[in-house]
Nanobody
């Protein structure tokens, strides 16, 4: 009984910005590590960014300093601020979280994915 609900995807022109959100819901006690992945058609899913429960962050090489991952632990929500978007950023973006359920069990969960399309 735990889900990740994403929002914020859409169509944006190259050079523009988008902010993705992903909130965990259900019988969740807390979220540990959270991350954003993306997958373009015909390509493997790749890591975009990850953030620990303490706020430590790491980014994939393709981000190039343009993206920022953050979280609100009180809301069990992770964000991805995407700036200076490029055509190659077009993909379905997925969030992931390690969740501690109220029954004491750790579960990994994926969001449903949100489409980001960058157009010239």
């Amino acid at each position: 009984q735990a889900q990740l609900v994403e929002s914020g995807g859409g169509l944006v022109q190259a050079g523009g910005s988008l902010r993705l959100s992903c909130a965990a819901s259900g019988r969740i006690f807390s979220a540990n590590a959270m991350a954003w992945y993306r997958q373009a058609p015909g390509k493997q899913r790749e890591l975009v960014a990850t953030i620990t429960s303490g706020g430590g962050t790491k980014y994939g090489d393709s981000v190039g300093g343009r993206f920022t991952i953050s979280r609100d632990n009180a809301k069990n929500t992770v964000y991805l601020q995407m700036n200076s978007l490029k055509l190659e950023d077009t993909a379905v973006y997925y969030c992931y979280a390690d969740l501690l359920l109220r029954d004491g069990i750790w579960r990994g969960a994926w969001g449903q994915g949100t489409q980001v399309t960058v157009s010239s």
